[in-house]
Each structure stands twice: as structure tokens, then as C-alpha cells.
């Protein structure tokens, strides 16, 4: 048996729900639909489906990217454990992020060692292998949380004691009611993240309808996934309905994967955190708990995760809330593009400037 | 970053194993699936199966979109 993703491609029935979108939004205008994932910025970017949608649909990139949001202070300090000996592991989105002073791809240059992997364990296995200091960045949202916080729990079981993670963990619920309690932010639907609800499941997206009566698709990342989202969500709008639908059912439950948030629950506890652009954010991110305090990197380094500044003049932080079209950001273009980028929206591949400048060039 | 690809278990010895993703075979680690057995389709992200891909849904989901736009030339 094989498994039927291709037909989410199918482009006969992605132009029918087009259509069926431009007729649902006769007589609508000002609908602002914001995803808020990195991977949602991708897709509608690559398949053209912003310069798709009717006039009065406007398709916004919210705070969904992980490498965008990372305080300019943990990329900082990240290369500085780098220059000091420590062997840094990393997702490879962080390499080229810029701090404030210094970034990872600096410090690598200058001698430090830098390891790009695709999985925290890579980490873990070098720290075994080797009696050297490992750090590996713990970046990401609900849906990479599990994966860290199940390492941290085999390096305490296995005594690793030469391994630690340096924390900046996000979550979304909290960035979603961040965007809707800015009037100057507020959307009229929101595509969730598919990924993330396969492990917080759907009753975390309640309060959308319950608190601010707006609508929202968890939806997937095929052209028809985000099309029948934006389709589900402009009639809710048009209705004045507001609902949460789970429109990516093949991989979301409704109750989530239980087992990978009593991991998390388990190792790390929700914590302020610092947005980058935006500011420090009650309870939106996730600490380890006391008993783990050993795999923190932070705290065995001393390290204050505590700032957020942006480069002089990057407008990223009113990007990713929507506030501002990329084009709109006076260094969009000129002084920062994809290969000479200032700001974290356009050095991450799926940052809300990069996906523009990249698929649409404005 | 939270991207994750659908790919088939091949086998599984306690929480390591291996899943055919696309023809490719990747180490995978089952902690948070643990009732996931070879066979199965799941979601890897970042080198863990974090969920099980239902293909039976999968189908019973596209019928219903197909059904639900055809006719809107």
C-alpha cells in the first residue's frame, strides 16, 4: 500500500477550490488570513498561491518561524561556547543567523567547531563518542520540543554528563493570541500549523473561537491542504461562524500524540521567553524543569538569553506580526536580501522575506 | 523547521529503527510513538517518528474534498 499524498497535488481540484474561494469572497474585502508556520510560508510561496487568491484576501507570514524569533543574544552566545572549545550541534537554519555581534558561521570560520545536523541525537552520540563539552540548540516549536526534551531524558539515564542543550523553545498558542490582542495585528482567520498539532491536538486553539471569535483550519502543506483551509476559513468569515477545523486528519488527532507531550511535560515547563523583534512573551516558551537543570546549557555557561534587538532598521518583528509587508521594509531588497540578508526573516529559508523575495521578488 | 515527511516503518528494536522515507532509509527514533510497529506510515521530524500517518484517512479525506468541489466550473 502506498500512501495518498500525491492527490493533495492534484491541480485539477486545487483550481475547483480556487474558484469556489473567489466566489465565497464576492462582496468580502479586508480578509486577512495569517499562518504561522515556516513551512505554510514555504508552500504558499512555491506554489504561487498568494498571487492566487481575490482581491480583498490578503495571506500574512505570522511568527512561525523558529530561527526567526531566536533572541540575536542565544546566536551570540551560541558562538561564543563555539569559540571558547565547545562543540556546537545545530539545526542548519542557525548557521547564518546574525546576533548581535558575531554569529555561528563567524565563529566556525575563526576555528570553532560547528555541526550542522538534521536530529538532536546526532549530538547525543557525539557527546558519547567523545569526552569534549557538546551543546546542541534546542530551537523550535511544540513539534520539535519532544524531540529534544527525549534526549535530555536518555543523557540523564545514561549519565552524559558532557552534554547539555542551550533552550529557546516557542509556543504557538501564546504568538497567536500576541498577534490578536494588537488591534493593529488582529487577522480574520488563522491556517494553524499542521505539524505542531500532531502533538498539541486541536483543544489548544479553543480560546481563537471562545476569547476572540475568530475561525481557524489546522490545515497540511500540499497546494490543496492550504487551499481548502483558506477556502474553510473565508466562509466562516463570510458566515461570521467562527470554528476550529482539523483539516489535516491523516496526521492530527484530536487529542495530539499524548506520549511525546509527557515527554516535554516531563523535562521542560512552560517559561517567559524572548521573541526576537517583538519582545519577552509571558509563558510562551519552555525551560527544563529543576531535576534536568544539569542539561542546561545556559546555566552551566552562564548565559542571559534576556535581549531581543534586530539589526538598525530591520522591520522583522513587525513582519511577522503582521503589521508590515516585507516590501514595505525600507532594507527589503537593497540592503538585505537573500545572499546578503540583514534581518533573521530573510536569512532563514523559510522566513517570511526570504520565501517573498525568493517566489515573488517584491 | 517543523517540517516533516510521511515515510514507512522498516523495523523497530526498542526505540531505534529505521523508516523508508522515499526510497531513502533513515534512522528514526520511536520514543514518542511507542505503539507504532514496521509497517506503518508515520511523520519523521528531526530524526523521530512523531506520529502515525492514517492513509486510510488520508483517502476518506481527499474523497470528501473531491466530492465537495467537483461541479464548480
Not at chain 1, 516557542?170 to 490578536?180: G, S, T
Not at chain 1, 511535560?265 to 517559561?271: G, H, N, Q, R, S
Request: glycine share 10%; proline share 7%.
Amino acid at each position: 500500500m502506498s500512501i495518498p499524498e500525491n492527490g493533495y497535488r492534484d491541480n485539477e481540484l486545487a483550481r475547483r477550490i480556487l474558484d469556489r474561494i473567489h466566489t465565497a469572497m464576492a462582496g468580502l474585502d479586508g480578509v486577512r488570513l495569517m499562518e504561522v508556520c515556516g513551512t505554510h510560508t514555504m508552500a504558499i510561496g512555491r506554489f504561487g498561491l498568494r498571487a492566487a487568491m481575490p482581491d480583498g484576501l490578503d495571506l500574512l507570514s505570522g511568527p512561525g518561524c523558529p530561527v526567526c524569533v531566536t533572541p540575536g543574544s542565544y546566536i551570540d552566545a551560541a558562538a561564543r561556547l563555539a569559540a571558547d572549545g565547545v562543540t556546537v550541534v545545530t539545526f542548519g537554519d542557525m548557521v547564518r543567523v546574525p546576533g548581535k555581534e558575531t554569529s555561528l558561521e563567524s565563529a566556525r570560520a575563526a576555528g570553532g567547531r560547528v555541526i550542522v545536523a538534521g536530529s538532536v541525537t546526532a549530538a547525543l552520540d557525539i557527546a558519547h563518542r567523545e569526552p569534549g563539552e557538546v551543546v546542541f540548540l534546542a530551537v523550535g516549536f511544540e513539534t520539535t520540543a519532544p524531540t529534544i526534551a527525549a534526549a535530555v531524558r536518555a543523557a540523564r539515564a545514561e549519565g552524559s554528563d558532557n552534554f547539555s542543550v542551550l533552550v529557546s523553545h516557542k509556543l504557538v498558542p501564546p504568538a497567536l493570541r500576541l498577534i490578536q490582542d494588537d488591534p493593529e495585528c488582529a487577522v480574520s482567520g488563522f491556517i494553524l500549523p499542521g505539524h505542531v498539532s500532531t502533538i498539541i491536538g486541536v483543544a489548544p486553539y479553543a480560546f481563537l473561537v471562545d476569547e476572540y471569535s475568530v475561525p481557524g483550519v489546522i490545515a497540511g502543506f500540499e497546494p490543496v491542504d492550504v487551499l481548502a483551509g483558506i477556502e474553510s476559513l473565508v466562509r466562516m468569515v463570510r458566515d461570521g461562524e467562527p470554528a476550529v477545523r482539523n483539516e489535516y486528519r491523516r496526521v492530527v488527532r484530536r487529542e495530539g500524540n499524548p506520549a511525546a507531550r509527557a515527554v516535554v511535560d516531563e523535562v521542560f515547563e512552560p517559561a517567559d521567553t524572548a521573541w526576537r523583534g517583538i519582545g519577552r512573551v509571558p509563558l510562551s516558551g519552555l525551560r527544563l524543569r529543576p531535576d534536568y537543570a544539569a542539561f542546561d546549557a545556559a546555566r552551566r555557561y552562564g548565559i542571559d538569553l534576556d535581549e531581543y534587538e534586530l539589526p538598525a532598521g530591520c522591520r522583522c518583528g513587525d513582519v511577522m506580526r503582521g503589521r508590515m509587508e516585507p516590501a514595505d521594509c525600507p532594507l527589503f531588497g537593497d540592503a538585505c536580501t537573500p545572499d546578503s540578508p540583514t534581518g533573521p526573516c530573510m536569512v532563514s529559508v523559510e522566513g517570511a522575506c526570504s520565501v517573498r523575495h525568493k517566489y515573488e521578488g517584491k | 523547521m517543523c517540517l516533516s515527511v510521511p515515510g514507512k516503518v522498516i523495523e523497530i528494536d526498542g526505540t531505534k529503527g529505521t523508516v523508508d522515507v522515499a526510497g531513502n532509509t533513515v534512522e528514526t527514533d520511536f520514543t514518542v510513538t511507542p505503539d507504532v510497529q514496521p509497517g506503518d506510515w508515520v511523520l519523521v521530524h528531526a530524526g523521530f517518528a512523531i506520529q502515525q500517518y492514517d492513509a486510510d484517512e488520508a483517502e476518506a479525506t481527499l474523497r470528501m474534498l473531491r466530492e465537495a468541489f467537483e461541479g464548480t466550473e
